[in-house]
Structure formats: structure tokens, C-alpha cells
């Protein structure tokens, strides 16, 4: 019974290590993003065991190269259909390619939702980052902004303001969405400025963000742009849990997130287990995916033993 691994970020190479190293050879389904998230950031200063910090991809391939070691076989797909209605489930890929097996670990991960401005991805890893506790640390000292009214943003905008100058939460709408208590920590910080009723419209800068090109009360009659200098810009608006294929079989949030049991990996289908952000809307770091990666094999070698 060789197990299948959905997505290769650290939840997933990390399920196949320890998968490796108690005999069961999985097979990792790589995805569109060979790596996951980490990749779009540049260098890893909060992953233990790297005291100078280690460069994202560097590290990632460190996992992979560590989960080929162990036995893993990596395919360069993606999954485009899944049935989970029976076992053995069945997984359909780009190419055409039909697996199947009786344990599944779906570690597809979230996606950081983006504006869609092109420049985005101009200055991605350069001055824009989806993680403030990720990329925070690069703009000490410096004035950045956050995008997003909910309680990441404020989170975010809290977290950025012990490290940096200034910070801008630009909302959108004329009020924040956050709960209240994180409301009054924004609020209550100094250095947190909010800018009600804007957007983002563009980026600036010739080595890296210089500034963000505003639009104010837009639609409305006093309509106005304007430009902030800022170094970065944090997205803040919310993520996106990759789950859609498994959602007419597994249960999941409102939000989309993966349910599983309390502090366990269990999924509702006997031999399907969730690891890494596709179950995780609140802690959302690498260490946190390696980790529930660990307890979904865990949990994964019992079910094959039993
Ligand atoms: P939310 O969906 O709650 O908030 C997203 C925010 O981004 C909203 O202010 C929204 O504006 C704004 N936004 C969305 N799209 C755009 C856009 N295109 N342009 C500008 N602004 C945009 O996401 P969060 O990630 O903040 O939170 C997700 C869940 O996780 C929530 O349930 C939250 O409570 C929870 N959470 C809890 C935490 C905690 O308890 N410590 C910490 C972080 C999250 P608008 O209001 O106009 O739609």
C-alpha cells in the first residue's frame, strides 16, 4: 500500500521523510508550485536550525532532496480531478494519468490572495510579500504599508509596527472588518496610520518598491490619487486554502479550510489525512506545516498498520 502525497511543501515533504523512514516509499505529487509558498520569499530566518538564516529555496530543496532520500518518488504534476467516494481513491493528473491509493496526505496548501496588479509580481520578493512574519524583518527601521482591513492586517500591521518606522493600513472600505480587539491595537499604535476608503493602484520604484500609487474614495465625487513612499507593501487580504478538488468528499470550513479532528491530521475519510495550510487558517508557518506533515505520517503509518 504505498501512500500518495498532494503537494510538496514543507507539510509534504516532511510527511514523506518520516513516511521514508518507517518503509513506506510515498509518492509526492509536486503541483503547480514545486516548493509551495515558501518559494516566493526570499531568505528564512525563522526556521530553527539556521542560525544566519537560510535562503527558501535552498531550504525547500534541502527537504526535497532529504524526502528523495527516504525513499520518495516525485512526480511533476498536478492533480486536475479526484474521487474520494471509495477506496482506493483515485487521483486524475494533468498529464492524463490516473493513480490510485488508500491513503492520501493532502498538503496542498493556501494561497495568499493578491490585488492582480501587474506590478505584483514586478516587485515580488523586492519591496511585496504576502507574510509579515516572513519578510517583517528586511524592513526595520523602514516605512511600509499593509493592505487589508480584517484581523490578518491588523495582525500584520501590529507585528510590522514593532520592527519598522511607520506603517500604513490601507482599507479599502471607510472601516475596518477586524474583531475589535484587534480594532484597539491598531488603533492604539502610534506608529499604525490607517488610510479608510483607499486602494492600491500601482507600484514605484527602479531597485525595488519606492512607493505606491493611491486612489481615495473611489467612485465618489471627491475622488483624488495620490502617492505614498513606502519600501513594501504587504498583502493582507486573506488567503485561499487549496481544497476545491476534495471539497464534494471532505469537510471543510466555511472558508474552505480542511476540518479534521481537533489536533489530529484525521480527515472524515478513513485514510485521508490533511497537513500543512490546507488545515490550518491561524498559525500558517513553515515550522507549523513540517510539523502537522510529521503528525499526518504518523497518523498515516497507523491506519496502514492496523
Ligand atoms: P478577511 O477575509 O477577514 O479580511 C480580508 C480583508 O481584506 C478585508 O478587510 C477585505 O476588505 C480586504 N480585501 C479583500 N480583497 C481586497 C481587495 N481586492 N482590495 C483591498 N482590500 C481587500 O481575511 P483575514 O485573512 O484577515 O482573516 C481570515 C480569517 O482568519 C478571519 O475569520 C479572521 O478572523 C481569522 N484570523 C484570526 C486571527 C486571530 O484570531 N488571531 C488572525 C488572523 C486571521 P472588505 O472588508 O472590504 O471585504
Known amino acids: 500500500m504505498s501512500p500518495i502525497i498532494i503537494g510538496s511543501g514543507p507539510a509534504g515533504y516532511t510527511a514523506a521523510i518520516y513516511l521514508g523512514r518507517s518503509g513506506h516509499k510515498a509518492t509526492i505529487i509536486e503541483g503547480l508550485q514545486p516548493g509551495g509558498q515558501l518559494t516566493t520569499t526570499t531568505i528564512v530566518e525563522n526556521f530553527p536550525g539556521f542560525p544566519d538564516g537560510v535562503d527558501a529555496n535552498q531550504l525547500m530543496d534541502n527537504m526535497r532532496r532529504q524526502a528523495v532520500n527516504c525513499g520518495a518518488e516525485i512526480m511533476h504534476n498536478s492533480v486536475v480531478k479526484a474521487d474520494l467516494s471509495q ?9 492524463g494519468s490516473v493513480l490510485s491509493a488508500d491513503v492520501l ?9 493578491y490585488l492582480g496588479l501587474s506590478d ?37 500591521a501590529t507585528y510590522l509596527a514593532g520592527l519598522c518606522e511607520k506603517v500604513y493600513l490601507i482599507v479599502r472600505k471607510p472601516y475596518l472588518r477586524a474583531t475589535q480587539a484587534m480594532q484597539q491595537r491598531v ?23 519606492e512607493g505606491a500609487h493611491l486612489v481615495h474614495r473611489k467612485g465618489e465625487a471627491d475622488e483624488h490619487t495620490s ?26 470550513d466555511e472558508q474552505g479550510y480542511i476540518i479534521t479532528d481537533g489536533p489530529t491530521p484525521l ?21 507549523n506545516a513540517a510539523a502537522s506533515g510529521c503528525r499526518a505520517a504518523m497518523e498515516a503509518i497507523k491506519y496502514m498498520k492496523e
Open 87 to 95: 477506496q482506493p481513491y483515485t487521483l486524475t493528473l494533468d498529464n
Open 105 to 113: 496526505i493532502i498538503a496542498t496548501g493556501a494561497t495568499a490572495k
Open 120 to 156: 505584483e509580481q514586478k516587485y515580488q520578493g523586492m519591496g511585496v510579500s504576502a507574510c509579515a512574519t516572513c519578510d517583517g524583518f528586511f524592513y526595520r527601521r523602514k516605512t511600509v504599508g499593509v493592505v487589508g482591513g480584517g484581523d490578518t492586517a491588523c495582525e500584520e
Open 187 to 209: 488603533m492604539d499604535n502610534d506608529k499604525i496610520e490607517i488610510l479608510f476608503e483607499t486602494n492600491v493602484t500601482g507600484l514605484y520604484g527602479d531597485d525595488g518598491v
Open 227 to 252: 502617492d505614498l513612499p513606502i519600501s513594501g507593501l504587504f498583502l493582507a487580504i486573506g488567503h485561499k486554502p487549496n481544497s476545491d478538488l476534495f471539497k464534494p468528499w471532505i469537510n471543510t
Open 267 to 287: 480527515t472524515n475519510l478513513p485514510g485521508v489525512f490533511a497537513a500543512g495550510d490546507v488545515a490550518d487558517p491561524l498559525y500558517r508557518q513553515a515550522i
